[in-house]
C-alpha cells in the first residue's frame, strides 16, 4: 500500500522561527497516519521525493503578503490537482473571503484545535537553524486593545496544560509567544515549572506592564529571563511603564536586557511617540518602535491620522541607519544627537532623513 504523503508549505519566510502552527500539524498526521510522509516546503518548489500529496496546508503570516500565499495555493493546486488543500495560518484568518474569493478554498480561521495540543516536530524546520523550543503557556489575551488583531485569532483567553511537552531538550533556550501570559491565573506554578526546566526564557510577544507587581517581581526574578520585554503601546499607561521597569531594574540582574515595544502610527500622534521614547531613554532602557499597520492585502504602507509618509519614512530609515535591529538602544548621547532634545528637533531630523534618502534615490 503506497504511503499517505502531506505538504506542509511555508509560502513566505521573513521571520527567523519557523511556522509553529505547520509543525504541529506535523505531530497531528504522524499521530493519525502511522507511516506517512510529511515534507515541508519554504517557498513554491516542490520538495524531492514528494509525487502527488494527499493533503497540502498552506500556512500566512503577515497580510501584506496574502497575495504570494494566495499564489502558493493556485500554484499547487494547478500541480497536484487531485490534492486537497488547507489555508490557515495569520493572514489568512484576518482575511478570509479575501483568500476565498481568490482561490476558491476557505480558509481556516484561528486555532486548529487538532493541532493546538500537538508537541512541535521539530524535525522540521522550513530551513532555519533552530536553538529554541517555542511554546505558548496560555492563548488569546483578556484586553481588547483596539490595534491589536489577538482578539480576532484567539477570542478565548485560556491556558494550555500540556505545554511543557513542547520543550525539546537539546535546546537550551525557551521561546514563548504568549499574548499575556501576567494574566495567568496560574502563575506561580508556571514559575515553578520554569525554575524546573533551568533553561534560558524569552517572552519573545512582551510582558504586560500593567500586571506587573513587587510578588510577580520576585518571583520572576528567579528565572533566567533574557531580554525582558514590556510594550508601552499608549501614553496613557505611562506611570504603569514606569513603575514596571523600576521594578525589573530592582529585581533583575543588571546585565538583562529591557526592551519595550513601543506602538507608533495608530491613534498616537507623532509628538506622543517622542515622548514615550524619550522617556525609555531616560529610564534607560531600549525601545523597540513598531508601527501600526492595518491588517489589509496591500503592501503599501499607510499613515494613521496623524502621522504623515515622510515622517513615516523618516522615522524608519533612522532605525536602519543608526541603531541595530530597528531598537533605540539606552545612549543619551546618540539618542539626543539622532532625534535632537525636543520635539521639534525631532521632527525636523526625521524630514532631513527623508530628504536625505529620497535624493539618494534619485541618483
Ligand atoms: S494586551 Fe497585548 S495581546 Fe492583549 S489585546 Fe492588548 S495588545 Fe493585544
Not at 492563548?139 to 488583531?149: A, E, V, Y
Request: hydrophobic share 35%; aromatic share 14%; with cysteine.
Amino acid at each position: 500500500m503506497l504511503k499517505k504523503q502531506f505538504l506542509l508549505v511555508e509560502p513566505v519566510s521573513k521571520t527567523p522561527y519557523p511556522p509553529l502552527g505547520l509543525m504541529k500539524i506535523s505531530s497531528m498526521l504522524k499521530k493519525k497516519y502511522k507511516n506517512c510522509q510529511v515534507f515541508e516546503q519554504a517557498g513554491d518548489e516542490v520538495p524531492f521525493g514528494l509525487s502527488e500529496p494527499d493533503e497540502i496546508f498552506i500556512t500566512s503570516l503577515f497580510t501584506w503578503d496574502i497575495d504570494k500565499v494566495i499564489k502558493s495555493a493556485l500554484s499547487f493546486r494547478s500541480r497536484f490537482p487531485s490534492s486537497k488543500i488547507h489555508i490557515g495560518g495569520i493572514a489568512a484568518s484576518l482575511l478570509p473571503d479575501y483568500v476565498e474569493s481568490n482561490t476558491g478554498i476557505k480558509p481556516h480561521v484561528g486555532l486548529l484545535d487538532e493541532a493546538e495540543n500537538m508537541s512541535p516536530d521539530y524535525s522540521l524546520t522550513f530551513g532555519r537553524k533552530l536553538k529554541t523550543s517555542i511554546t505558548f503557556i496560555s492563548r488569546g489575551c483578556k484586553r481588547k486593545c483596539k490595534f491589536c488583531q489577538v482578539t480576532k485569532l484567539e477570542p478565548t483567553y485560556f491556558l494550555r496544560k500540556n505545554w511543557v511537552n513542547d520543550i525539546n531538550e537539546n535546546y537550551p533556550l525557551i521561546t514563548f509567544w504568549d499574548n499575556n501570559w501576567f494574566a495567568s491565573p496560574n502563575f506561580k506554578n508556571e514559575c515553578n515549572e520554569l525554575v524546573k526546566l533551568n533553561k534560558k526564557i524569552d517572552f519573545n510577544q512582551g510582558l504586560d506592564a500593567r500586571l506587573f507587581t513587587k510578588e510577580k517581581a520576585e518571583i520572576l526574578s528567579q528565572i533566567d529571563i533574557d531580554p525582558i520585554r514590556f510594550a508601552f503601546d499608549d501614553i496613557s499607561y505611562e506611570k504603569k511603564i514606569i513603575n514596571a521597569i523600576t521594578l525589573a531594574q530592582t529585581f533583575f540582574s543588571k546585565s538583562k536586557e529591557i526592551r519595550v515595544y513601543v506602538l507608533y502610527n495608530f491613534n498616537d500622534t507623532p509628538e506622543d511617540f517622542f515622548y514615550r521614547i524619550k522617556l525609555l531613554n531616560n529610564l534607560e532602557v531600549l525601545s523597540f518602535p513598531m508601527e501600526y499597520r492595518d491588517p489589509e492585502a496591500i503592501k503599501q504602507k499607510l499613515p494613521g491620522k496623524h502621522w504623515n509618509k515622510a515622517l513615516l519614512r523618516g522615522l524608519k530609515m533612522s532605525l536602519l541607519f543608526y541603531y541595530r535591529k530597528g531598537m533605540i538602544t539606552k545612549s543619551k548621547e546618540s539618542f539626543n544627537k539622532i532625534y535632537g532634545k525636543s520635539f521639534n528637533e525631532f521632527k525636523n531630523k526625521l524630514y532631513k532623513i527623508y530628504e536625505y534618502d529620497r535624493c539618494l534615490k534619485k541618483k
